[in-house]
């Protein structure tokens, strides 16, 4: 199993880090992806990927941390992505309204010249979006070639948004929401392929059931996993091997 989206380098597991990593490898986790969010990140982020040869570094700049200093913070990325750090995507960004509309068009640009940017690297990208669909699409159709590839991190949108992802050469990255009871989310994904998908926590946040409001971590995928399983009605080690292969297409590993 892959977690393609993993914050394992913040301090919500600086007291068992390593105990947590032996877990994940316990239940067959063998690669984890983690996202950056801004320039405080960096090091920490870098300094686990350099400890273990199964964790892969991405680079980028979070939405929610697009603020008046966001050219100082790009300039940050664009550092690090042109050093010859072996980053394998552009992430986590895109664009979150939820908790402050503020910046909204710093956030469009700063997203914008982040997917221009993964293209012209040819990496993939990895997307967080809250409450801005539309705000996040438009973005992205204007990207829209055969350049343009990654995972739409999170995913909790309805059936016509998963297609609209999915025809942008994005896999849809399935995380604990899928296990929660009115989620919804199990719906849209029964009408999708496990082709489509691939497995992710989000560790710290949005524990699968049955550790819901806990904080998250990387063994838990395989609830994801054995949920997604179910749905699908196919044994757990098929599931596995076709999220483990959409992954490593992706990442390009």
């Not at 990895?126 to 996040?136: K, L, Q, S």
Request: proline share 5%; net charge negative.
């Amino acid at each position: 199993m892959i977690d393609t989206h993993t914050h394992i380098y913040l301090n919500h597991f600086t007291d068992d880090r390593e105990a947590m990593l032996n877990r994940a490898a316990e239940v067959g986790v063998d690669k984890l992806f983690l996202p950056n969010i801004d320039k405080e990140s960096v090091e920490p982020l870098k300094n686990l990927a350099d400890a273990h040869n199964h964790i892969y570094p991405m680079m980028g700049l979070h939405p929610s941390h697009v603020k008046a200093d966001y050219e100082e913070e790009l300039a940050v990325v664009w550092s690090e992505l042109d050093s010859d750090y072996p980053y394998v995507a552009v992430g986590e960004i895109g664009i979150d309204l939820y908790w402050d509309k503020t910046f909204i068009k710093e956030q469009q640009d700063a997203f914008d010249r982040q997917i221009a940017k993964a293209k012209a690297m040819d990496l993939p990208i990895v997307i967080h979006c809250r409450d801005a669909f539309n705000e996040t699409f438009e973005v992205l159709e204007s990207h829209r070639d055969d350049k343009l590839k990654g995972i739409f991190h999170c995913f909790t949108g309805n059936l016509e948004q998963a297609h609209q992802a999915l025809s942008l050469n994005l896999k849809l990255g399935i995380g604990g929401v899928v296990t929660f009871k009115n989620g919804g989310l199990d719906k849209v994904v029964s009408e999708l392929k496990p082709q489509d998908l691939v497995l992710e926590t989000d560790a710290p946040y949005l524990a699968p059931v049955p550790f819901r409001g806990k904080r998250n971590e990387p063994s838990y995928v395989k609830y994801v996993a054995q949920k997604l399983a179910d749905i699908y009605q196919m044994p757990l080690e098929d599931l596995d091997r076709i999220t483990t292969d959409n992954a490593l297409k992706i990442f390009g590993l």
